[in-house]
């Protein structure tokens, strides 16, 4: 059993470690929290790699460990350890708040993976509101006060959706007789015909689009991208992201889609992938942009889900490495600007000349956009094609056709950001100072994108595994 929990274990130790380290005095608790969370952060990575292939019910059938889930703990672990590499001295959290910041930052993670696994609405819910408040938390860690409104705004809205899920989580557990996923699912078919179980589905459903910043609770992301420090930021769109991807197929894959909930879907994604784009084109703030490029590519891997097939589910696991992939290379580069230029909020004008003051920084950020754009033979092409491929089979050629379309504009705010680095003149000619850690992330995130994009069949081999051993009870 603890075999099975290893992932989550190493987490537990490591909150409950720097839970202690809040009771040092501060000079000695931040000589030991780096190298602490890095030691538990490549843990969290081995361990989650070690337990991959396991599988097993826990606590009564209320956890459920098989590829799917060990599958995003793997991915959510490589996205919280590169979220610790970006996270060395943050530009916006001041020292007195590091030690509560990575605090968070494991607690939020922690419920991540555990929301992997959930197959009990208890679980469920508990897992979602430990991922949520210390979100919550870490949005608000920005030191010069910016972040006052938008994390209030975060709150409301999460409060918001939690309702609403529990009403949905209610409905679902009235009409099964059960609070177990695996009960409802057996009772799907007797209960699809109730206009009060269409009505649940839609709920819980809406709930699940706030974790992935989709039409139409997508209204706190841009405020919280921009206000929120740049590690956490990256965190919340990688992460969490991924996180709202396995929860979706989890769920989905165990209750089914009605037509009702493939045609809301169909409405969310058409509409995310509008206005993400559209909103995209006239931001000047980099990571306002990047937040409505979030909103875009939800509506992506919605076009993938509403497929509804075991092909629609693999594409959008797929689709989420990918995006922690190409999310991580444009957020590392934000980050570096933002720490030369001295604000945490860079605009387009901040990444002027960068070609000329780090060159292999100015590459990442070119693959890294042109990835979200999906051009080949990027990992982010590679993904859209499975992902509208698995949609087209399920005869939603609209959609896909749409998609597509948005991908050719978001070409253009994408390009625009790579015209100010390659094209514009820098006001600083100073060379970038690139730490040797995340020089070495940037390579690792580089070959990772071509790889995948030019050699996939292995991790779609995977997600398709993982897909199979969801459905196996």
Known sequence: ????????????????????????????????????????????????????????????????????????????????????????????????????????????????????????????????????????????????????????????FGAATSGILLWGLSLLAGLAGTTSLLGIAQASAALFPQPAYLVALAFVSLSFLFKLSSFPVHF??????????????????????????????????????????????????FISMTLGNAAALVQQDVKRLLAYSSIAQAGYILVGLLAGSAEGYSSSFFYAVAYVLMNSGAFLVTLLVAKASNHDNPQLSHFDGLAERSPFMALILLLSLLSLAGIPPLVGFTGKWILFSSAMEKGHWFLVLWGVLNSVVSLFYYLTLVKHAYLEKPKDTSMLAVPGALKALAL????????????????????????????VL
Do not use: C
């Open 1 to 156: 059993m603890t075999f099975l929990f290893l992932p989550e274990t190493i987490l537990l130790v490591s909150s409950a470690l720097l839970l202690l380290l809040t009771l040092v005095k501060l000079e000695k608790a931040l000589k030991l929290v780096k190298p602490l969370t890095l030691v538990f952060g490549l843990a969290l990575i081995a361990g989650a790699a070690a337990t991959i292939h396991q599988a097993g019910l826990l606590f009564e059938s209320t956890y459920k460990v098989d590829l799917l889930s060990q599958g995003f703990k793997l991915l959510l672990s490589i996205a919280f350890f590169i979220t610790l590499l970006l996270s060395d001295s943050p530009l916006a959290i001041s020292k007195k708040k590091l030690i509560e910041y990575y605090l968070f930052l494991s607690t939020a993670t922690l419920g991540m993976m555990m929301i992997t696994s959930s197959v009990n609405i208890l679980t469920l819910y508990i897992s979602l509101e430990l991922s949520a408040y210390s979100l919550y938390l870490l949005s608000a860690f920005r030191s010069d006060g910016r972040n006052a409104e938008a994390s209030v705004k975060y709150l409301i």
């Open 444 to 471: 690792a995130l580089l070959i990772a994108m071509i790889v995948l994009g030019v050699y996939p069949n292995h991790l779609i081999e995977l997600a398709q595994r993982a897909v199979s051993s969801a459905v």
């Open 220 to 269: 706190w992301a841009p405020d919280v991208y921009e206000s929120a420090p740049t590690p956490v930021t990256a965190f919340i769109a990688t992460a969490s992201k991924a996180a709202a991807v396995a929860i979706l197929i989890r769920f989905f894959m165990i209750v089914g889609l009605s037509a009702g909930v493939i045609s809301i879907l169909g409405v969310a994604a």
